[in-house]
């Protein structure tokens, strides 16, 4: 398949001399080979994709076109730098994998262009730039949701040597991540570029190359024209690095430098490479409809591929038939290779298609760990169960973080993390700045760089600007490496309504429907202090093991609270567990024969205290709590359900959207035929002040559902 840029290269390249070697070249004459072979290679790749489209083969054709000057930042790292890569950044690969024996670039561009399962990174699930052995962590890239994590990575190069813990980049490794002019405006850019800068300015160790590949358009909206030198040119502590993508020396020349001065100096750096974008957006870009056919056909003399054989011309290293023979060769050789997989298998199940993540989920909840610790019988609160936790996890574990805003020195907005950093330094409990989507980011980096983090979200309706680190970046991870990479971690949020003389929407925040549907995370939802202690601990080995994404919600409630049924009795309390909670499995209060409420987190407290009344007035009821809403514990629910024949969901979130759905369809679709009712917090947003228990569930409303769904027996 050929393009008027094909015809405008063979014919520009045709009418080219030579004048020999110039002064100030730097290339060797086989680096400047290999270079122009992965420029070509990803140029072809772009044809066979649109070819493979075109034959109802392939399935992607945004395409590095414009581009292929990255091959010659590639060539400025070592193939052991992390490299995090932008959807543009076709000549990057091809350039890195030329540094390491063993792979087959263009085949596996191929591969994931036609979804095949034998595509070595993803296995066929999405077209990505990734492979291990390549220190390629595949990334989607679209919008910079890649950036926070290579701020991550970074950080942890040194972390890691500094607790002692196995690190799979070498000391003095450059993490480089690249993204396009357009994603730099995205607050997610902004975002890590802003971190980076911010660990520096403290001393910390911060080695980061950011490469923003500048082609002046967004899809069809133009970047204005100096912005990324205006908006990243003159930022303090944040070296800047300018070069033209479109000739391959001086991108070399100054990639070159950049990643030199990161790699000796430990400080983040910029550099900018101006590119031209060829052939459109994407295969299904009519790019006419918004560009001008003079602009379009203007960028022609730009293109990368072909200012590169002009200077090997110029150098006289090939003739201008030799640079035209070397094209077409790479033309037959794709498009010969692009015949051959365009037939392979794909995916053909769901089975196959969730493979990964049946994987992971298995692992995660075959788990069962034991809290460490010697044995203690002193009560505690839900809050001093989790710190305890937290020391004991500290402790065995030399690879865990602890780190978030405000858990450091001052333990925490409720004392939950008070003393860690006291007991382990400041290397593993830690300040960050204020941005959620940074925290996250820096656990996805750490995760995959060999260590164990576990951040805090200060609250529930915090965790929703920076979701996507964990639904696009995070849980996606082992699904689109199949499962080569893994990003562990155990994310603690404070949340749930009920809060009491401190509240509000922004700090009792009771919607999760944002996490609930994310596939392959486990969520936690303690109630009990030895429930919160021994199903912390389960989150980390789960982590550890299967490298499971966890998501332990806390409800702020129930941090401090001592007594269940009268003021003194101190029935909340429990001792530091010495028994295993596995994922997934519920935990059953009494033994009631009449009905089966199916509650968590707060609910759980409220319809024990409901269960008590009930019982006087002559109603048995059992009290199970869920303790997981991700995976819901099934087996435990139906077992309960089946024992009472009558069910009474009791949910704290909202009716809309809430777990009382999930819940609800459980019970359904397992057969389950005896009667069910629900009761929720109504579909609202929590006011301030006592207004709140006008849209929270309340005891009141548990408690007549109980009655009336025991009394409409038949």
């Known amino acids: 398949m050929t393009e008027s840029i094909d015809e405008y290269f063979t014919s520009t390249v045709s009418t080219l001399t030579g004048s ?17 072979d992965a420029q070509i290679g990803s140029r072809h790749l772009d044809l066979a994709a649109r070819w493979l489209r075109s034959q109802g083969k392939g399935f992607y054709t945004i395409g590095s076109s414009g581009h292929e000057g990255n091959a010659a930042v590639a060539a400025a790292l070592r193939p052991s730098d992390p490299a995090l890569l932008h959807y543009r950044s076709g000549g990057f690969y091809l350039a890195r994998a030329a540094q ?7 085949r596996d561009v191929l591969l994931g262009l036609v979804a095949a399962t034998a595509e070595p990174i993803s296995g066929g699930r999405h077209k990505v730039f990734g492979r291990h052995d390549l220190s390629i962590i595949p990334q989607t890239s679209t919008i910079a949701s890649h950036l926070p994590r290579a701020v991550g990575v970074a950080f942890s190069i040194a972390r890691t040597r500094k607790l002692g813990v196995s690190c799979p980049w070498p000391d003095d490794a450059v993490t480089v991540c690249s993204f396009g002019d357009a994603s730099a405006n995205h607050s997610t850019a902004v975002g890590a570029v802003n971190a980076a800068l911010h660990a520096a300015y403290q001393g910390l160790p911060m ?3 950011f490469v923003c590949e500048d082609n002046g358009i967004g899809i069809s909206t133009p970047t204005p024209r100096g912005w990324i030198a205006r908006a990243y040119g003159d930022r303090e502590g944040l070296r800047y690095f300018a070069a033209d993508g479109c000739d391959l020396v001086d991108a070399f020349d100054t990639a070159r430098a950049a990643a030199d001065c990161v790699r000796r100096e430990r400080k983040p750096a910029f550099l900018h490479l101006r590119t031209v974008r060829l052939m459109g957006h994407a295969g299904s870009d009519y790019e006419p409809a918004y560009r001008r056919p003079a602009d379009i056909l203007g960028d022609y003399d730009r293109d990368p591929v072909l200012n590169t054989a002009r200077t090997l011309v110029a150098q006289g290293i090939v003739t201008p038939t030799q640079a035209i023979q070397r094209y077409e060769a790479k033309r037959t050789e794709v498009i010969e290779l692009a015949r051959r997989i ?3 298998p794909q ?3 769901a089975v196959a298609v969730m493979q990964p993540l049946r994987e992971m989920l298995d692992e995660a909840t075959a788990v069962s760990v034991v809290p460490p610790g010697e044995p203690d019988g002193a009560p505690l609160t839900l809050a001093l169960a989790v710190n305890r936790a937290l020391q004991e996890i500290l402790k065995v574990h030399p690879e865990a973080i602890v780190f978030g805003e405000d858990i450091a020195r ?3 907005v409720y004392g939950v993390t008070r ?9 593993r409990v830690f300040d960050t700045l204020l941005d959620e989507q940074t925290i996250l980011g820096l656990a996805l980096g750490a995760g995959v760089s060999g260590l164990l983090p576990i951040p805090e979200i200060q609250y529930l309706a915090y965790l929703h600007n920076a979701a996507d680190q964990i639904r696009g970046e995070g849980a996606t991870l082992q699904f689109f490496s199949n499962r080569q990479y893994r990003n562990p971690m155990v994310v603690r949020i404070a949340g749930y309504g009920y809060q009491k003389g ?11 429907a944002a996490i609930r549907d994310i596939p392959g995370v486990v969520i936690a939802s303690p109630a009990r202090p030895d429930d919160a202690a021994a199903m912390l601990h389960t989150c980390v080995a789960a982590a550890k093991t299967a490298g499971a994404v966890c998501i332990y919600l806390e409800p702020i409630a129930l941090y401090h609270t001592k007594d269940l049924y009268d003021d003194g009795d101190q029935q909340w309390l429990a001792s530091y567990p010495q028994r295993p909670v596995r994922i997934g499995a519920a935990r059953t209060y009494g033994d009631g024969a009449d009905l089966t409420i199916l509650t968590f987190g707060n609910g759980l407290w409220m319809s024990l205290r409901v269960a008590r009344r009930l019982e006087g007035a002559g109603i048995a009821a059992r009290v199970v709590d869920l303790r997981w809403l991700s995976p819901l514990p099934v087996e435990d629910m139906l077992r309960e359900a089946d024992a009472t024949g009558r069910v009474l969901i009791v949910d704290e979130t909202r009716r809309t959207g809430g777990v009382g759905e999930g819940v609800l369809a459980e019970l359904t679709e397992h057969g389950f035929s005896g009667p069910v009712r629900r009761v929720a917090s109504a579909d609202s947003f929590i006011p301030l002040g006592d207004a709140a228990l006008e849209v929270l569930l309340s005891e009141d409303t548990i408690e007549a559902a109980a009655v009336k769904l025991v009394g409409d027996r038949p």
């Open 20 to 36: 020999g070697p110039a002064g100030g070249w730097t290339l060797t004459e086989r680096q400047a080979l290999d270079l122009f």
């Open 347 to 349: 995916l053909d199940s």
């Open 419 to 427: 003393g860690l950093q006291a007991a382990v330094g400041q290397a």
């Open 410 to 412: 001052k333990g925490g």
């Open 502 to 512: 401190f509240g509000g929407h922004f700090h009792n925040d009771n919607s999760i």
């Open 207 to 209: 080695p980061l190359l």
């Open 342 to 344: 365009s037939d392979c």
């Open 100 to 106: 390491v024996d063993g792979s087959d670039p263009l």
